[in-house]
């Protein structure tokens, strides 16, 4: 334990019974931190080399490849081709309805 000297100004302002309360509370935080920080033996139980080897390996199965991205991009091309289809079936409706609607009303009105 190191030994802590109190300047003169603090011994005099303190007195003392407040060095002493300082010096207490000085030595219980030095002991508080030191209990809190990792040891060298805990950093090597938290993380050793086949861990981190593990945690590598976990993150590159995670990890999209090339061939997943590929696949992606033609699921997308696909996607866009059917909603292309999908439209042009629906207008060529909409024209015919208007076509049919039309012809009604022509037989009906112009005679």
Not at 51 to 79: P, V, Y
Not at 98 to 109: E, T
């Given at each position: 334990?190191?030994?802590?000297?109190?300047?003169?100004?603090?011994?005099?302002?303190?007195?003392?019974?407040?060095?002493?309360?300082?010096?207490?509370?000085?030595?219980?935080?030095?002991?508080?931190?030191?209990?809190?920080?990792?040891?060298?033996?805990?950093?090597?139980?938290?993380?050793?080399?086949?861990?981190?080897?593990?945690?590598?390996?976990?993150?590159?199965?995670?990890?999209?490849?090339?061939?997943?991205?590929?696949?992606?991009?033609?699921?997308?091309?696909?996607?866009?081709?059917?909603?292309?289809?999908?439209?042009i079936a629906f207008?060529?409706?909409?024209?015919?309805?208007?076509?049919?609607?039309?012809?009604?009303?022509?037989?009906?009105?112009?005679?």
């Open positions: 334990m190191s030994v802590i000297t109190m300047p003169r100004v603090l011994r005099e302002k303190l007195g003392d019974e407040g060095v002493d309360a300082l010096l207490t509370v000085f030595s219980e935080v030095s002991l508080n931190t030191r209990n809190d920080l990792a040891t060298k033996s805990d950093i090597k139980e938290m993380a050793t080399k086949s861990d981190l080897k593990e945690m590598a390996t976990a993150l590159r199965q995670e990890m999209a490849t090339k061939e997943d991205i590929a696949n992606l991009k033609t699921e997308i091309e696909k996607s866009k081709v059917d909603t292309i289809k999908w439209m207008g060529a409706t909409q024209v015919g309805i208007l076509i049919a609607a039309m012809g009604l009303m022509f037989k009906f009105f112009i005679k």
